[in-house]
């Protein structure tokens, strides 16, 4: 029985052996040049597009600041993180809701205790919003 299950093994070992060496070949010989060339292509590609995509956002515009009143639920320091739960921002058509901010000076984190209530500023900065300022 022992020797039964070496010579399988051996048996199916040496077959997918010989299948991965076949498809290995297919593989290598006529795609590989031609999909390098085309995924260099797609990638730059996307990437320019990506950069326009950003600069033409039109409602809530990069580098515009706004106010809201605001309640801590949580600040974490260390990420430069801060949830807040803000008043409705009409500036941006915003209702109220519970949402994480970006805080830009670590400083700020001496008002930003869980439970203050707060007015911060904040402005976007790629796809986050990041407070500049709190009273
Ligand atoms: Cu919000």
Request: proline content about 3%; charged content about 25%.
């Amino acid at each position: 029985m022992n020797q039964f299950a070496k010579i399988t093994l051996a048996l199916l070992l040496s077959a997918s052996g010989a299948a991965f060496a076949q498809s290995g070949n297919m593989k290598d010989m006529p795609m590989d040049s031609k999909s390098h060339g085309d995924m260099k292509g797609m990638d730059m590609k996307g990437m320019d597009m990506k950069g326009m995509d950003m600069k033409g956002q039109g409602s809530d515009k990069q580098g515009e600041s706004h106010m809201a009143s605001a309640t801590v639920k949580s600040a974490d320091a260390a990420k430069g993180t801060v949830t807040l739960s803000h008043e409705p921002i009409k500036s941006l058509k915003w209702p109220a809701m519970t949402m994480g901010f970006s805080v830009k000076d670590k400083a700020l984190f001496e008002k930003l205790s869980p439970g203050n209530k707060v007015q911060v500023e904040f402005v976007k900065q790629g796809s986050e919003y990041v407070v500049t300022s709190v009273k």
